[in-house]
């Protein structure tokens, strides 16, 4: 993942800083920036992201010193990690994951994705509701797991099913295949076999790369009960060696809000106990890995630059 100014400043604000100040210069982009931590003690930061690696370790010092000179502690991000810096993939890491999109947290995110989910156009929006569905289940994926999701299913009009490939924190891609529906989704047999076929034509293009964990199908509602679900899922297992998982909408709008004001804790959960562990995902195993990752995290400051 590579530097872009706007994700930087999603990922800052997302996290809890206020952004006071912003400066662009030939070689760098600076965000100073004011961050209460847990005991309400506002920590003056200033982040530089520099656009280059031909960066000298005095060079960062000098800049460091004239930061901490106006009172801030300064964070150095570079393209490659130094003995002054942090990479940009750390900096994203720390914070949770970067923020590719700021549609999954407005406000009215959630009631757009449960009309789309119906197949219904949500009101003030143009286009194919399935299409849009689609796109607002990518948005919601990209702020969970910090990554940005690959989105070919909507943009194909001929194809079997949905083209939306995620990666979680913790390294585990897998396909997603939204289903907008006016009544709960059939889960069946003819349903499963594109399916199979999807995941077939991705573990051939993931060959060298990190192999597909599981397979996972969004929708409003399903037909089946949790217990078929179970049963539909096992037997994928059985076939493809591969976890078939079932998200409803009203689940993933869940798994935003708890971390909308904790995105931080978004690298720190296992998902693949929670998304690639096969059947339905559970609520409740979610909010307990939350708790878990809240009650076991480490508090740790940011790494800043210059020995000042």
Known sequence: MSFEVATAHRTLVASGYRVVDFLRHEDRTDFVCDCPDPLGVTIPYYFVFFHSDSLSDGHLQGIGQ????????????????????????????????????WRALGEDFPALLIVAASNSLPAGTQGEAWALFEELVADGLEFLFGHRVHRLGSRRRVRPVSDMIAQTPDRRVILVDAKASSSPFDVGIPELRPLSEYLHRH??????????????????????????????????????????????????????????????????????????????????????????????????????????
């Open 203 to 308: 573990q051939h293009r993931q060959t060298g790369a990190d192999p597909i964990s599981a397979v996972t199908v969004v929708a409003a509602e399903f037909r089946q009960d949790e217990d078929r679900l179970q049963e539909l899922s096992d037997g994928f297992l059985a076939e493809e060696r591969v976890p078939l998982s079932f998200l409803r909408v009203d689940t993933l709008i869940t798994m935003i809000n708890a971390l909308i004001h904790a995105p931080w804790l978004r690298n720190r959960i296992r998902w693949s106990h929670i998304v690639c562990a096969g059947s339905l995902v559970s609520v409740d195993r979610f909010n307990r890995d939350v708790d878990d990752a809240r009650a076991e995290r480490f508090p740790m400051p940011p790494r800043t630059g210059g020995k000042g």
């Open 66 to 101: 004239y930061i901490r000179g106006q009172g801030r502690l300064p964070v150095f991000v570079t393209p490659q990690a130094s003995t002054e810096s942090i990479p940009w993939e750390d900096f994203t890491a720390a914070l949770g994951g970067a923020i590719p999109s």
